[in-house]
């Protein structure tokens, strides 16, 4: 099969390359019978990438540290299933799936992906596998730190940093979805966008000040930093800041911090894809490349917008 590889840390995204790997339909078909029992062979249709993934240690060394190079990144996909280990209950041979892989396995960008079972979710036939596989991480990520580690609820107030982008459009809408007032913070060219994803109201970070919006129930936090430290003295008393960019330097006075990492999560995604076939939220999709084109679709000259998704097979 054809899969982006990466075998230089230093590198990154210009170290990726495009090659030929063994077909695990073929080649670890035999495994799936015993060793890796609860696995599933998924054709990719399409591939998502998160962008500092190649800065994660699991994209190079397995649980146990040792080197799991040349890997394949990308954990991102929707596709088909092909093949079944022993005794796997859940998906069908020939089912729509998406969902999310294992940090420490090798990922999506290829045209055939091993992944367990439990955490993929049935596509509907009516999405299609491109908005399937940008779903994934923005609406998981989103999800968990909105409603799970959040506890957001309807009538609350939400400052949603970076909302023009990824994972803060996705968390602008489903904070505007559930009731909540959003503010979202970015560059002033995102000003537009992110209220086009529901922002209420929009903060220049480059040239507004960010204290004068007073307080918050909740924050989400995509940037660390100074941005995070800053946003810890905005949240109201019983109140929580939300990080996916590790521990903030500040804490609430009176509230909770939470930083996470993004879990598969079946019923999650069956929440998240329910809403994008009722319209109330979209994608924030910018590059559509095919797998013959990931190392430049990964390696712009130039600034885009929205998340990058490979098309493997048409």
């Known amino acids: 099969m ?24 073929a080649a670890r078909l035999a495994d799936l019978a015993g060793a890796n029992y609860g696995d599933v062979v998924v054709e990719v249709h399409a591939s998502g990438f998160t962008w500092d993934e190649l800065e994660w240690p699991s994209t190079w060394v397995d649980r146990l540290g040792r080197d799991r190079t040349p890997s394949i990144p990308g954990h991102e996909v929707a596709g088909v299933v092909t093949a079944l280990s022993y005794g796997t ?53 989103a999800w968990q730190g909105l409603f799970e580690h959040g506890r957001l609820q309807a009538g609350q107030s939400v400052l ?37 994803f529901g922002a209420q109201e929009f903060v220049d970070l480059e040239n507004d000040t960010l204290e004068d919006i007073g307080g918050v129930d909740l924050v989400f936090d995509v940037f660390g930093g100074d941005i995070a430290a800053r946003s810890a003295g905005l949240v109201r008393a019983g109140g929580t800041l939300v990080s996916v960019a ?37 994608t924030n999709i910018g590059t559509v490349a095919a797998l013959d084109d990931a190392v430049a679709a990964f390696n712009p000259t130039e600034r885009t917008p929205g998340k990058t998704i490979i098309r493997v097979h048409p």
Do not use: C
Not at 247 to 273: I, M, N
């Open 2 to 25: 054809k899969a982006i590889v990466v075998t230089d840390e230093a590198a990154g995204r210009a170290g990726m390359r495009l090659v030929e790997r063994p077909d695990p339909d």
């Open 89 to 141: 209950a859940g998906p069908a041979v020939g089912q729509r799936v998406f969902g999310l892989t294992d940090w420490t396995r090798d990922g999506t960008l290829a045209e055939y992906v091993v992944v367990e079972a439990r955490n993929l979710a049935p596509l509907p036939g009516d999405v299609d596998f491109t908005t399937g596989a940008g779903l994934v991480m923005s609406g998981l990520t």
């Open 246 to 282: 590790g521990p903030p330097e500040a804490r609430p006075t009176d509230g909770r911090t939470v930083d996470f990492v993004v879990v598969p999560d079946r019923a999650q995604l069956g929440e998240v894809v329910q809403r994008v076939r009722d319209g109330r939220v979209r």
């Open 160 to 196: 949603v940093h970076g909302a023009a982008g990824v994972v803060g459009s996705m968390a602008a809408q489903l904070a505007r979805e559930a009731g909540a007032y959003v503010i979202g913070t970015g560059r002033a060219g995102g000003r537009q966008a992110a209220l086009d």
